[in-house]
C-alpha cells in the first residue's frame, strides 16, 4: 500500500511517514510494504506501536538492509481492536519492551505464533497445546541491565531507546518490581553528583526476595567522595552496591568484601535457593515457580527415578526434582554456578540425591555421552539451543521422557527435529509469559519415545 504522505524523503533528517499498517511482525511491530516510487526500489517499514488496520504517523530511526525501522509516538486510527492502552507513560520511545499497546490474550496470540511457525517450518507437529500461561504483567522483573549516559548537566538511566543506543531517560519502569523502579530517578541524581559520572556506562540490577543489588560498572576509580555518596544511597533506600571495575570478577562492595548472596523461596518444595547477583536465575520469580511445577508434572511419579538436568545453572529445577525423590544429576558451564547449586544442595538437605559436575555441554568431550543411564532428561539451554551433543545424548538415552524448557522457539524447533529422529514425539508443548510486553517467550515441551506411555 503507498504511504500517504512522505516529507523529508530526500533530505538527511530523519523521514516521516503516513502509512497504513498491513502486518504485524512476530516482532510485534506493524509491518508495511512502500512500493516502487520515483524509481526507488520497495521498502518495508516497521514500525513500534503500530498495528494492523491502523493509520499512523511514523518517524524513521534506523535503515537496515533495505528495511526501515519507526516509532509511532501516538496510536493510528481508526484503533485496532488489539491496542490497549499503555501501562508505561515511556512507551514507546523507550526500547525494554515492545508489546505495551497490546491487550494480553492478543499479546499471548502473538507468541504462541511465533512457536507454531517455527514447528511448521521443521514439519513439527504436537500431538497437543496447552493453554498459554500469564500471571503478571507488571511489576515481575527483577534482573536488568539500565545504561548511563551523561550529556551535559543531564543524567539519563534506563534502557535503550527505540532502534537506537541512545539511553532513554526514565523516571521508573512498570516492569520493574517497585523496589527496583523507584531507584531509577535517586540514581540520577547521585551520579550527577559523582566526579566519574561520565565514567559509568551501565548499572545492573539483581533482587531476591527481598535485598536489591546494583553493580555499578565504573571505567575509573571512584573517589573518596563518591563511595561516601554510594555509602549513603546504600543506607538510605536499603539495598546492597557492588563495584564492578571489570568484568563480574571484579565485584565488590564499598569496603572491598566479595559479594553478599541473594535468596529466593520455593515454597511449594521447601527450599531456599542462593545466588551471586551476577549468576543466572529467571525475571520472574512468580513465573518460575509454575515453570518448575509444569516440568515436575510432565515427569510424572519421580519415587526412585534417575534424571538428568542438563544446564542446570544453580540447580532451579534440580533441586525440586530431588525433593520429589528422583536421584538427579546436574550439569552446567559455569563452575561457580555450579558451586552454588552444590552449596544449595546441601544447605537444603539433598546432598546426598544429587551430584554436579561443570561441564560445557557444547565443547566439552565429557559431556559428548551420558555418564549414566537415565530415566528422564531435563533441558534448559540458552538461546542457542541444546547444541551439537543432543543427538550424541539421546543415542544413549534409554528412558521415555524429555521435558525441554526453552527460551527460543527457533532453536527449540531445530532440536525437535533431533528428537523426532530418535524416535521421540512432542507430545504437548505450551508458552509460559515469562517477559511480559515483550516478545520473548518461554517454552516448555514434552517429548515422549514414539510408542511409550506416560506413568504417573
Not at 42 to 57: I, Q, S
Not at 184 to 207: C, D, V
Amino acid at each position: 500500500m503507498h504511504p500517504l504522505r512522505v516529507r523529508c524523503a530526500m533530505s538527511k533528517k530523519p523521514v516521516e511517514l503516513t502509512l497504513a499498517v498491513e502486518h504485524l511482525s512476530n516482532e510485534g511491530l506493524g509491518e508495511t510494504v512502500i512500493p516502487n516510487h520515483d524509481g526507488a526500489p520497495p521498502r518495508t517499514v516497521m514500525m513500534r506501536n503500530a498495528l494492523p488496520g491502523e493509520t499512523v504517523d511514523a518517524r524513521v530511526l534506523k535503515r537496515r538492509k533495505g528495511v526501515w525501522y519507526a516509532e509511532c509516538a501516538t496510536a493510528g486510527e481508526p484503533a485496532s481492536p488489539m491496542r490497549s492502552p499503555s501501562a508505561c507513560q515511556h512507551f514507546p520511545r523507550c526500547g525494554g519492551c515492545s508489546l505495551h499497546h497490546m491487550k494480553e490474550q492478543d499479546a499471548l496470540q502473538l507468541k504462541q505464533s511465533q512457536l507454531q511457525q517455527a514447528l511448521a517450518e521443521h514439519n513439527i507437529e504436537p500431538q497437543g497445546w496447552q493453554k498459554p500461561v500469564r500471571i503478571n504483567r507488571l511489576g515481575y522483573r527483577r534482573k536488568a541491565r539500565l545504561g548511563v549516559r551523561c550529556v551535559g548537566e543531564h543524567v539519563f538511566v534506563g534502557f535503550r531507546e527505540s532502534f537506537s543506543n541512545r539511553v532513554a531517560r526514565l523516571d521508573n519502569c512498570v516492569v520493574l518490581t517497585p523496589q527496583l523502579s523507584g531507584l531509577i530517578t535517586p540514581l540520577r541524581s547521585l551520579i550527577g553528583q559523582l566526579s566519574i559520572a561520565s565514567k559509568i556506562p551501565q548499572i545492573e540490577f539483581a533482587q531476591g526476595d527481598s535485598t536489591a543489588v546494583l553493580m555499578i560498572r565504573h571505567l575509573q576509580p571512584m573517589s573518596p567522595q563518591d563511595l561516601v555518596l554510594w555509602q549513603q544511597f546504600e543506607q538510605q533506600h536499603a539495598v546492597i552496591i557492588l563495584l564492578q571495575s571489570g568484568g563480574y570478577d571484579t565485584l565488590q562492595t564499598l569496603d572491598g568484601q566479595p559479594p553478599e548472596r541473594l535468596g529466593y523461596q520455593l515454597p511449594n518444595w521447601g527450599l531456599h535457593m542462593q545466588f551471586l547477583p551476577h549468576q543466572f536465575t529467571q525475571v520472574n520469580l512468580e513465573m518460575n515457580q509454575v515453570l518448575i511445577r509444569y516440568v515436575l508434572a510432565l515427569l510424572g511419579n519421580l519415587k526412585h527415578k534417575k534424571v538428568a538436568d542438563l544446564f542446570c545453572g544453580v540447580g532451579n529445577f534440580t533441586l525440586p526434582l530431588a525433593r520429589q525423590g528422583a536421584q538427579v544429576w546436574g550439569y552446567e558451564a559455569s563452575a561457580d554456578a555450579v558451586a552454588m547449586a552444590e552449596e544449595n544442595a546441601q544447605h537444603n538437605g539433598l546432598a546426598e540425591r544429587v551430584s554436579f559436575a561443570a561441564l560445557d555441554l557444547y565443547t566439552d568431550s565429557q559431556a559428548a555421552a551420558l555418564p549414566v543411564q537415565v530415566d528422564a532428561l531435563v533441558l534448559d539451554p540458552p538461546r542457542s539451543g541444546a547444541g551439537p551433543n543432543l543427538p550424541r545424548w539421546l543415542a544413549d538415552f534409554k528412558g521415555d521422557r524429555v521435558v525441554y524448557v526453552s527460551c527460543n522457539p527457533k532453536t527449540f524447533a531445530a532440536d525437535a527435529v533431533h528428537l523426532q529422529t530418535a524416535g521421540f514425539v512432542l507430545q504437548t508443548v505450551g508458552i509460559f509469559d515469562m517477559f511480559p510486553n515483550t516478545t520473548h517467550v518461554e517454552t516448555i515441551g514434552c517429548f515422549h519415545r514414539t510408542g511409550a506411555h506416560a506413568d504417573g
